[in-house]
């Protein structure tokens, strides 16, 4: 049976580093923890039931990955962040943010007793910090959708729906080509998950109604304005679009007014505040960021009181103008 004398051996440390590596009771250096965690994954060492017993006390905390990367609209991952935060208020837990991207803040967060559980966003549809997530064992729901078979617990916005939705509302309006305007070049590039999804929904609603349909990267900048204008020439029969990108949206809106007037229709795909802001709009679909926060958090939180997980939760989409007096 592999021991923490082992461990201490094969990582050149004392066993009373292992143990503070193990039980996140005093700070260790990086260098330090990571022989340490690698020497524990090499050997398979598993603490006795009392040590397991003592190092997963509550610590009534949830860990929440929040990857500033590239490309992503801050505004709608602090929306997010913001319901899972008031929602986790309310089921007594407080909120650790990880705001780097990679596996090994999960491991540490987990294997140092930091956290009860964890929340992932950003999720890539073929995301590497998956089968960490499956080897730690702590519960952990996605804020994302991958693709395939999906092996954790997963909620997220219908995205894939709402590219459907766009596009029957643009086809009842009269529109036989259209362009998604959507996420930025690195956010398509990486293939996370909701811009996969969106592209995927828009593509196969323009099938099957006969239409044509093009989908085009954004940056969330002033420099929209030259997508938009790159999109009109190459595509002078588009007169139907769908932006999802909140930075772009009033440029792209902007400008795309300026070039068709009333013979362009625009719907976009953002949260209702931001729609709100932009004059001109032939209709919106509202993402409810803090929803996806919340009821992410409801998931997790069900599953830490022992409820049977469950597979995956999509908000539906919902235009606005069926909501209107």
Not at 3 to 29: E, F, H, L, N, P
Not at 178 to 200: F, K, Q
Not at 291 to 314: F, H, N, Y
Request: aromatic share 4%; glycine share 8%; hydrophobic share 45%.
């Amino acid at each position: 049976m592999v021991t923490i004398a082992d461990v201490a051996q094969k990582a050149g440390v004392s066993i009373s580093t292992v143990s503070y590596v193990m039980s996140g009771k005093r700070t260790i250096s990086q260098e330090t923890r990571d022989r340490v965690e690698s020497a524990i994954d090499a050997l398979g060492f598993s603490p006795h039931a009392g040590a397991r017993s003592l190092a997963s006390r509550a610590t009534n905390v949830i860990g929440l990955q929040a990857p500033l990367r590239s490309g992503v609209d801050v505004h709608v991952i602090m929306q997010v962040v913001t319901g899972v935060v008031t929602r986790a208020r309310t089921q007594g837990y407080d909120i650790l943010l990880l705001a780097s991207d990679d596996a090994k803040a999960l491991q540490r967060a987990a294997r140092g007793s930091m956290v009860d559980a964890l929340l992932v966003m950003d999720v890539e549809s073929d995301d590497p910090r998956i089968a960490t997530l499956t080897d730690l064992p702590h519960p952990s729901v996605l804020i994302g959708l991958p693709a395939g078979r999906r092996a954790l617990p997963c909620v997220d916005f219908d995205f894939e729906a709402a590219g459907w939705l766009a596009v029957d509302r643009l086809v009842a309006l009269g529109h036989r080509d259209l362009a998604l305007i959507g996420s930025p070049p690195e956010v398509m590039a990486r293939h996370t998950s909701y811009a996969d999804r969106l592209a995927r929904g828009f593509l196969a609603a323009c099938e099957a109604n006969d239409v044509s349909g093009t989908i085009h990267p954004c940056p969330s900048t002033p420099e929209a304005a030259q997508t938009v204008d790159r999109v009109v020439s190459e595509h002078p029969s588009a007169t139907g679009f769908l932006v999802h990108n909140e930075g772009a949206l009033p440029h792209a809106a902007a400008r795309l007014a300026v070039h068709g007037g009333d013979r362009f229709d625009t719907v976009a795909l953002c949260p209702e505040d931001v729609a709100a802001t932009v004059p001109g709009l032939a209709d919106s679909i509202s993402v409810p960021a803090e929803a996806i926060g919340a009821a992410a958090t409801d998931m997790l939180c069900e599953m830490l009181a022992g409820s049977p997980r469950q597979a995956v939760r999509l908000l539906p989409p919902h235009l606005a103008s069926a909501t209107k007096p």
